[in-house]
């Protein structure tokens, strides 16, 4: 059967080359007789699974030997929490609310302490990034609080120099972490769920810095302290062991790709290909300001909104799916990861160009 081109926002598409291997290697792992689901987390197979997953990443992202990685699970929902919960310490956090999640981790972290909204763009309907004079920040605040890019409104930070001063910068990374390379040391926090670039549901990664570790409160749940997760390597309880093979198997796959250099220019050729499919037309708009649109995620609307179900219909037809858009904004997305090649986005620019010629 062939491959459909799913434009998931997530759980989100996976590579092939990816999911084959995941295929040869499900009953037998490496001649050892049974799949990963079936092991020991802490028999040697699988821990060596996670090492290299570790150093796969560590290798991709340039990791600093004085940050830790951790593979938790609950989400990047229950770092809304884990967060605060971790670094507050009784003072006050800042937040820059720039879309719906931003903003959910706004709202979920007023539950453990003082948080401040330092700026937000709601005003212009999240579609586009904060300007330097709007961002009010607390010198003293335990953490910036921002999320480089906003899954839903298609709007991504492109440059975080400055952003937070001497303030430690906590970012959510869920839609686009490894898409592009990052200075890992100009953050204090790095966090992403697996399901959009990094792998299947089930593992959340999180990237701090060893001074974060150690203030959490004495009453915290011990599975949501940072210090003890790492102290434990993430195998306080059982980890989600066969969503950290499979991430393992995408790092691998990236790095065979050339790393984060290399898949930044087919992700920003494959951006440039549907904003310009876009801009060029005058049936489909992208409302975000042009200096903070995503690469990853382009929510677009037709501008007869009558025809969004046949457009959504006629895609199907095409072997085009989940490019409806999110219900909060509207009209479609196209979730376009690493693993969406670039022949995907061509064959949704094709059929876009078509169904504008064929009803317009
Ligand atoms: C999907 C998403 C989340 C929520 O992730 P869960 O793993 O479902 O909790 C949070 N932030 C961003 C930016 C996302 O894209």
């Given at each position: 059967?062939?491959?459909?081109?799913?434009?998931?926002?997530?759980?989100?598409?996976?590579?092939?080359?990816v999911l084959e291997q995941a295929r040869d290697e499900l009953p037998n792992w490496?001649?050892?007789g049974m799949s990963v689901m079936e092991m020991s987390h802490r028999g040697k197979e699988f821990m060596g699974i996670l090492a290299q997953a570790e150093?796969?990443?560590?290798?991709?992202?340039?990791?600093?030997?004085?940050?830790?990685?951790?593979?938790?699970?609950g989400g990047a929902t229950l770092q809304f929490a884990q967060i605060p919960?971790?670094?507050l310490a009784g003072r006050s956090a800042d937040y820059l609310v720039s879309g719906s999640w931003s903003k959910k981790a706004y709202k979920e972290a007023q539950r453990f302490g003082t948080v401040r909204c330092a700026g937000t763009t709601e005003a212009d309907k999240f579609t586009r990034w904060l300007a330097p004079d709007e961002i009010q920040l607390d010198p003293n605040a335990a953490y910036l609080h921002v999320c480089t890019n906003e899954t839903?409104?298609?709007?991504?930070?492109?440059?975080?120099a400055g952003l937070s001063g001497n303030v430690p910068l906590v970012a959510d990374m869920s839609s686009h972490i490894l898409s592009r390379p990052i200075d890992v040391s100009r953050y204090a926090l790095i966090y992403a769920?697996?399901?959009?670039?990094?792998?299947?549901?089930?593992?959340?990664?999180?990237?701090?810095?060893?001074d974060l570790l150690g203030h959490a409160p004495a009453n915290i749940p011990t599975l949501l302290d940072y210090a003890v997760q790492a102290e434990n390597g993430s195998m306080l309880n059982t980890p989600p062991t066969y969503a950290i093979y499979m991430a393992g198997l995408v790092f691998k796959w990236l790095k065979r790709q050339g790393g984060l250099n290399a898949i930044e220019k087919i992700n920003l050729e494959k951006a440039?290909?549907?904003y310009d499919t876009i801009d060029a037309s005058s049936l489909y708009r992208n409302p975000v300001e042009p200096s903070c649109r995503s690469r990853m995620n382009i929510p677009f609307t037709l501008t007869k909104s009558s025809l969004d179900e046949s457009f959504i219909a006629e895609a199907k037809k095409h072997g085009i799916v989940q490019i409806k858009g999110h219900s909060s904004v509207g009209g479609m997305r196209a979730s376009i990861y690493n693993a969406m090649p670039i022949d995907g986005v061509r064959a949704l620019t094709q059929f876009m160009q078509e169904f504008e010629r064929s009803h317009v």
């Open positions: 059967m062939e491959r459909i081109h799913n434009f998931s926002a997530g759980p989100a598409m996976l590579p092939q080359e490496q001649g050892c150093a796969d990443l560590r290798e991709l992202m340039a990791i600093p030997a004085n940050y830790k990685v951790l593979f938790l699970q919960l971790n670094l839903i409104h298609g709007v991504e930070v492109h440059d975080v769920g697996a399901q959009k670039n990094i792998g299947p549901a089930g593992v959340t990664i999180v990237i701090l810095r060893d440039q290909l549907l």
